[in-house]
């Protein structure tokens, strides 16, 4: 298939495959959003809207001392001039940018409603203003002293800047986020009194070595605070590799009421975990019975954070409740690191905290030279100027004659003292007030200033040395500018593999598990001492009963062959009819429900099909954790019974029977198994397991239990046809 595009001369058609077409065009979308949307360059940390944003309220003088303005005049600004997209997005970036819970270190100081830890948007733009943060203010310090490159806007209108100054590393500082095209970025906030020392230690050993950094930058520094619980070595993995992910808890005390009366106060939240939400989640969690321990959750916050988490109750120790809300909620939240970024190349990399701050360092050398180059041109200028009127004065009267008297003193001054034309056009150009003696001096004195700032200039661009040393103490003046005490403190280590399950917090009660022939499931509690009182909807009635205690797994197997779990915690209550077991497992609807368990640990199965095969397996290995269940048996299932004796009895549809050890059988985790009987036609009836030592039983057609006192009559090889079974028998059960 081919499509045809018109070219700019019009008038011809070029055949191009279509998959040529789409490969070109989705690479043209991918690098844009790659590089002009989604990743931060590593030098200035901010995506272009963001650096859009800064430079607009840069030309619009909204520096800290001056006025706010209307969000939706600087959002006007930054959508006409440079980002031609939605106001809606530039208002969103400008409005993070101005959140201290999003933001480490906020660059916009923003007047008004700009949402909240609970998730509430901000205002309309229309209501709310802003202006630049001192800490912005150190990013774009020297953009007017050509530090930077500068670009022509998206209509050549007028220019922006590729990359700002950056007086401190900003993508570390507040971090980002994004997802691009086949890529995606996620880099936490740091603290940058610590990325600053960090940076000094590479100015003082360049080759200094990610563990020793890590020394000095031992985690990220969430603006919300919490705790940190990742370990030691998995942090300097990711910043050594730059990937991995840190787990932060949210941070929390107990508040003694008395009498041995206590609950929890949440003081502070995980980074992005909104409130609202979390209380929402907490409370979803008692009431579906999950979070056995916790008995109530409220929201008590003004300005500070102030959750209150109540337990069931006061025999529950604290650590215990909070270490099972951990697990079950976003009280503990896993923040992936992922530090992808546009090298000074504008190329995609993953980088390491070395990396990055390297790249900085780099980049503000850059910007260092630059400055330094721009100050230079601009003092020669200013000592040539200052030569000229040095000799002015030194002949002041045959100045002023040839000003008087000449037709073209500008010709004749240039010819009579060897000026240059800037010079000359200067002279002319000064007031008859600063020829005063005065004024003479002042000259001398800013001629010898500038010519001893032009040899420091001078010096400093030509000694790589110097040059790291006045950037060692730009750095010192922004830490002291910036610094602020680290908010997320690094906890102990928390072994993920040693989290005790949510099980382990519910108390142990006694239930019996009530399940309807139509599906449906409740939990009574204690024991049900006569079944024939229990009420279902019509014409439906009881199919199985199970006692068993809140803390077991129920083991539910299906005729498909799967075997299904569920915690006995989560059934509803036995006061009414339940709810349909399908809305707690994927069952298929042909698939019929052949028996219920209460799991033990290390206990076996026998596994039967309706084809006469069979195994025994571990109770262990039928554990299923997702609604799926687990396939065990290859085949229709006609059997699921626990393991209590040392011999199997089978029963063919042709009523003939067989029993044989159980030791025959192979003990495996799922597959077909091996033949329990052989049959010419028809296939397994019942099967039961029973103990030697006491015999089988069976039931007749009207139900009623019988003894088998000559079963070993009945004893074979398995897989054999064996032998018409007494009169009577059909099944086993």
């Known amino acids: 298939m081919t499509i045809h595009t018109p070219t700019p001369e019009g008038g011809r058609i070029v055949e191009e495959p279509m998959s040529e077409a789409l490969s070109k065009r989705y690479l043209a979308y991918a690098l844009s959003t790659i590089t002009n949307r989604a990743l931060p360059d590593v030098r200035d940390g901010f995506k272009p809207v963001h650096r859009r944003i800064m430079y607009a309220m840069h030309q619009m003088r909204l520096n800290p001392q001056a006025a706010a303005r209307k969000c939706a005049k600087v959002v006007g600004e930054v959508m006409g001039g440079y980002h031609p997209h939605g106001d809606a997005s530039i208002y969103e970036a400008l409005v993070r940018l101005a959140q201290d819970f999003a933001q480490r270190y906020p660059l916009v100081d923003g007047q008004g409603?700009?949402?909240?830890?609970?998730?509430?948007?901000?205002?309309?733009?229309?209501?709310?203003?802003?202006?630049?943060?001192?800490?912005?203010?150190?990013?774009?310090?020297?953009?007017?002293?050509?530090?930077?490159?500068?670009?022509?806007?998206?209509?050549?209108?007028?220019?922006?800047?590729?990359?700002?100054?950056?007086?401190?590393?900003?993508?570390?500082?507040?971090?980002?986020?994004?997802?691009?095209?086949?890529?995606?970025?996620?880099?936490?906030?740091?603290?940058?009194?610590?990325?600053?020392?960090?940076?000094?230690?590479?100015?003082?050993?360049?080759?200094?070595?990610?563990?020793?950094?890590?020394?000095?930058?031992?985690?990220?520094?969430?603006?919300?605070?919490?705790?940190?619980?990742?370990?030691?070595?998995?942090?300097?993995d990711a910043y050594e590799t730059g990937r991995g992910g840190v787990r932060l808890r949210a941070r929390w005390e107990t508040e003694d009421l008395g009498r041995g009366v206590w609950r929890i106060i949440v003081t502070e939240m995980p980074y992005q975990v909104q409130k609202s939400?979390?209380?929402?989640?907490?409370?979803?969690?008692?009431?579906?019975?999950?979070?056995?321990?916790?008995?109530?959750?409220?929201?008590?916050?003004?300005?500070?954070?102030?959750?209150?988490?109540?337990?069931?109750?006061?025999?529950?120790?604290?650590?215990?409740?909070?270490?099972?809300?951990?697990?079950?909620?976003?009280?503990?939240?896993?923040?992936?690191?992922?530090?992808?970024?546009?090298?000074?190349?504008?190329?995609?990399?993953?980088?390491?905290?070395?990396?990055?701050?390297?790249?900085?360092?780099?980049?503000?050398?850059?910007?260092?030279?630059?400055?330094?180059q721009w100050r230079i041109e601009r003092v020669e200028k200013r000592l040539h100027l200052l030569e000229g009127l040095r000799i002015v004065f030194l002949n002041l009267d045959e100045v002023i004659r040839i000003v008087r008297e000449?037709?073209?003193?500008?010709?004749?001054?240039?010819?009579?003292?060897?000026?240059?034309?800037?010079?000359?056009?200067?002279?002319?150009?000064?007031?008859?007030?600063?020829?005063?003696?005065?004024?003479?001096?002042?000259?001398e004195k800013e001629f010898n200033a500038l010519s001893e700032e032009l040899a420091a200039l001078k010096a400093l661009t030509s000694s790589e040395g110097?040059?790291?040393?006045?950037?060692?103490?730009?750095?010192?003046?922004?830490?002291?500018?910036?610094?602020?005490?680290?908010?997320?403190?690094?906890?102990?280590a928390v072994d993920a593999s040693a989290f005790v399950a949510p099980e382990a917090f519910i108390p142990r009660e006694a239930i019996t598990v009530i399940l309807s022939e139509r599906g449906w499931i409740r939990a009574a509690k204690g024991k049900v001492e006569d079944p024939s009182e229990l009420k279902f909807k019509e014409g439906d009635s009881l199919a199985f009963l199970?006692?068993?205690?809140?803390?077991?797994?129920?083991?539910?197997?299906?005729?498909?062959?799967?075997?299904?779990?569920?915690?006995?915690?989560?059934?509803?209550?036995?006061?009414?009819?339940?709810?349909?077991?399908?809305?707690?497992?994927?069952?298929?609807?042909?698939?019929?429900?052949?028996?219920?368990?209460?799991?033990?640990?290390?206990?076996?199965?026998?596994?039967?099909?309706?084809?006469?095969?069979?195994?025994?397996?571990?109770e262990n290995e039928l554990l299923a954790q997702k609604r799926g269940g687990k396939q065990v048996l290859n085949g229709e299932m006609l059997a699921m019974l626990r393991v209590t004796g040392d011999h199997v009895a089978?029963?063919?549809?042709?009523?003939?029977?067989?029993?044989?050890?159980?030791?025959?059988?192979?003990?495996?985790?799922?597959?077909?198994?091996?033949k329990l009987q052989g049959y010419k036609q028809?296939?397994?009836?019942?099967?039961?397991?029973?103990?030697?030592?006491?015999?089988?039983?069976?039931a007749d057609g009207g139900g009623r239990r019988r003894n088998w006192p000559d079963w070993k009559d009945w004893l074979g090889k398995r897989a054999s046809a064996g032998r018409q079974g007494p009169r009577g028998m059909r099944k086993f059960r």
Not at 468 to 490: C, D, F, G, N, Y
Not at 586 to 600: F, M, P, R, S, T
Not at 653 to 674: H, Q, S, T
């Open 682 to 698: 028809g296939g397994l009836a019942d099967v039961a397991v029973f103990n030697a030592e006491t015999g089988p039983e069976w």
């Open 113 to 236: 409603n700009f949402g909240n830890i609970d998730g509430d948007s901000a205002a309309a733009m229309r209501y709310t203003e802003c202006k630049l943060t001192p800490a912005a203010v150190l990013l774009l310090d020297g953009i007017d002293q050509d530090s930077v490159d500068f670009r022509a806007t998206y209509d050549d209108q007028d220019e922006e800047p590729v990359v700002l100054p950056a007086g401190f590393p900003n993508l570390l500082a507040n971090g980002s986020s994004g997802i691009a095209v086949g890529m995606a970025t996620s880099i936490p906030p740091h603290n940058v009194g610590e990325l600053i020392d960090a940076c000094q230690l590479l100015l003082e050993r360049p080759e200094a070595t990610t563990e020793e950094l890590v020394q000095i930058v031992p985690g990220p520094d969430f603006p919300t605070g919490g705790v940190s619980v990742e370990g030691h070595a998995s942090i300097l």
């Open 277 to 372: 939400r979390l209380i929402e989640a907490l409370a979803d969690l008692i009431e579906n019975k999950k979070a056995p321990l916790l008995g109530d959750v409220r929201d008590e916050s003004a300005e500070d954070i102030r959750l209150i988490l109540e337990p069931k109750n006061r025999t529950i120790e604290p650590e215990m409740l909070m270490e099972s809300l951990f697990k079950l909620s976003d009280l503990e939240v896993r923040f992936p690191i992922n530090m992808n970024v546009l090298d000074a190349t504008g190329t995609p990399r993953v980088m390491g905290l070395k990396d990055c701050l390297q790249a900085f360092l780099d980049h503000r050398r850059v910007v260092l030279n630059r400055r330094s």
């Open 406 to 443: 000449e037709e073209q003193p500008k010709a004749v001054l240039i010819a009579r003292f060897g000026l240059s034309e800037p010079q000359a056009d200067y002279i002319l150009d000064t007031r008859l007030r600063q020829l005063a003696r005065i004024e003479e001096m002042a000259i």
């Open 466 to 492: 110097k040059q790291w040393k006045a950037i060692s103490k730009e750095l010192e003046v922004v830490r002291k500018a910036l610094i602020s005490p680290r908010r997320t403190t690094i906890g102990e």
């Open 650 to 674: 089978t029963i063919g549809e042709n009523i003939k029977a067989l029993i044989f050890p159980i030791a025959e059988l192979p003990e495996m985790g799922r597959g077909k198994g091996v």
């Open 546 to 618: 199970v006692p068993t205690f809140t803390t077991d797994k129920l083991l539910v197997g299906a005729s498909d062959g799967r075997i299904f779990t569920i915690g006995a915690d989560k059934l509803a209550s036995g006061r009414g009819h339940g709810e349909p077991l399908r809305l707690m497992i994927d069952l298929d609807e042909k698939a019929e429900i052949i028996n219920v368990l209460a799991h033990e640990p290390n206990a076996k199965l026998l596994v039967a099909s309706k084809a006469g095969y069979g195994f025994v397996a571990p």
